[in-house]
């Protein structure tokens, strides 16, 4: 079946630190692939998205490239800032129609410190 | 605006009680799904709904029941028969099944709470 895994938590990184966040994934076919992130007592947001191999996913400075044959969608980040403290969540969604429902991935979360 | 409401945000429930957490959306979309999310554990699928007067169970569907009357409402009933209803509940819907499914994101409401006392 469909499974991600994603680098385990917390982290904890400085102000303005490089972030990388891990995140691989199992399925059959051609999945879609997602980051969400989600800010304490809320639900989840889309954070960005890669349809096909090869894509990159950018939004608000993050950015993740979807890469077929190590079969990863690592999130990075160039310089963080304490608003980024949040979890992120990787998920995958398989393009099958009729069945429509994504996996997601534990969450990490991830805390900055000023 | 369009968005999904999610009510209520807390509750708290004594156990043996049957609790019906409310999600509706304005989005016109037409999946919705209840996720569950406990500490550590990510976010589990309990039922889903492609259509109206339709519905699958998910991963963990036992002590769950849904229903899908209208295609804005997909209301989450946790029965006393679920044996670990503290969680933190999220409803989220899908557009577009029907057609290119490829570039469609789940949308999520802010939530809801559940307390077992």
């Known amino acids: 079946g469909n499974s991600v895994t994603q680098m385990e938590g917390p982290v904890t990184l400085s102000e303005e630190a490089f972030l990388t966040i891990n995140c691989t994934y199992t399925a059959t076919g051609y999945p879609s692939l997602f980051w969400y992130v989600q800010y304490p007592g809320e639900g989840l947001q889309l954070l960005l998205k890669a349809t096909k191999a090869d894509d990159k996913g950018s939004n608000k400075g993050f950015e993740a490239t979807y890469r077929k044959e190590t079969t990863s969608f690592h999130l990075e980040k160039g310089s963080v800032q304490v608003s980024d403290s949040a979890v992120y969540f990787c998920?995958?969604?398989?393009?099958?129609?009729?069945?429509?429902?994504?996996?997601f991935g534990t969450g990490t979360r991830l805390t900055i410190i000023p | 605006d369009g968005g999904i409401t999610q009510s209520p945000k807390y509750l708290f429930r004594k156990e043996g009680q049957n609790v019906t957490l409310s999600c509706e959306q304005n989005l016109n979309h037409d999946a919705m799904y209840w996720y569950r999310q406990d500490p550590g554990q990510g976010l589990r699928l309990i039922y889903y709904s492609q259509i109206v007067n339709d519905f699958q169970k998910g991963d963990i569907a036992e002590g769950y029941s849904v229903s899908r009357e209208k295609k804005e409402s997909f209301p989450l009933t946790v029965t006393s028969a679920q044996k670990n209803p503290t969680a933190f509940y999220l409803c989220?819907?899908?557009?577009?099944?029907?057609?290119?499914?490829?570039?469609?994101?789940?949308?999520f409401g802010a939530g809801s709470r559940l307390t077992v006392l």
């Open positions: 989220a819907t899908l557009s577009g099944v029907q057609g290119n499914s490829g570039a469609n994101v789940l949308t």
């Open positions: 998920a995958l969604r398989r393009i099958n129609f009729g069945n429509e429902k994504l996996t």
